[in-house]
């Protein structure tokens, strides 16, 4: 007789692992540790892809942010109203507001980068697409002319869609505006130095982002005023490929150098060295 065995499965009670912990690297589609890619700048391992990263990152990157001596935001109570009154912006603000814990798409400050006390300005891109409206350029000149003042170099890391379409023609006006603070730090020969991150782009592209003494960007960001599908649209041709990389301006000769993340402190502290000792 034969007998049929009951076997008796032991329930394996499942490890619960919290939500959040893994992302899928937009480029190579590894899959990454965030806590191995904040310890790496935010750049993939196993391809290089950098990772949008919040202002604030940026700034501890760059520096030692605990210490008052090495860094103090300024302006920092400017906020955007609804100058047109347009439909359902306030709210987009406030979650803005919510959602990154800024008052506005750029942060502006005097920090300590090595030994060089430097006026610094980095956008946000998800603060509404780092888009510029009034309060960003009107932060963006006052940064300028802080630089000015204190007879400091100035950074700016630009991260944006573009001017700000809730504010129409008083987004644009900020594009001469921040043009015309930085020919007057021109003259007094301070150097500005513009590090363009993915993605730079429309009137920022076409004002101070494009204006630096040295331009600088990350490794693939996508920088231009137009995007790529406009442009062959309205010139009815194919673009090259890589149009509107950072390598590709590079290689034109519209770009000073491409740096990656983790050097960027480094090739930044260089270069104000070079100022300097001129």
Request: net charge positive; glycine share 8%; charged share 25%.
């Amino acid at each position: 007789m034969w007998f049929k065995r009951e076997r008796k499965l032991k329930s394996i009670e499942k490890k619960d692992i919290p939500d959040g912990l893994w992302l899928k690297c937009k480029q190579c589609n590894e899959i990454l540790y965030k806590a191995e890619l904040q310890k790496n700048f935010g750049v993939c391992e196993n391809c290089g892809y950098h990772f949008k990263i919040p202002a604030k990152r940026y700034i501890e990157i760059l520096t030692e942010a605990s210490s008052q001596d090495n860094y103090k935001e300024i302006n920092i109570n400017i906020e955007s109203t609804n100058p047109l009154l347009f439909n359902g912006y306030t709210e987009k603000l406030s979650a803005s507001q919510k959602k990154t814990q800024l008052k506005e798409a750029v942060i502006t400050s005097e920090v300590r980068i090595g030994k060089h006390r430097t006026a610094l300005g980095v956008m946000d891109f998800s603060f509404m697409g780092g888009s510029m409206g009034s309060v960003v350029g009107e932060k963006v000149k006052k940064l300028i002319y802080y630089a000015l003042d204190k007879k400091m170099p100035l950074i700016i890391i630009s991260a944006s869609g573009g001017a700000r379409m809730q504010e129409g023609i008083l987004s644009l006006m900020q594009m001469a505006k921040t043009g015309a603070a930085l020919a007057e730090l021109r003259e007094t020969k301070i150097p500005y130095i513009s590090v363009l991150t993915n993605p730079t782009t429309a009137g920022v592209m076409a004002s101070y982002a494009s204006l630096g003494d040295i331009t600088i960007a990350e490794p693939k960001a996508l920088i231009g005023f137009a995007g790529p599908r406009v442009i062959q649209q309205t010139i009815n041709q194919e673009l090259p490929e890589g149009f509107q990389t950072a390598e590709f301006l590079l290689e034109h000769g519209l770009l000073d150098a491409v740096v990656p993340r983790d050097k960027l402190k480094q090739t930044l502290i260089e270069i104000l060295d070079f100022f300097r000792d001129k």
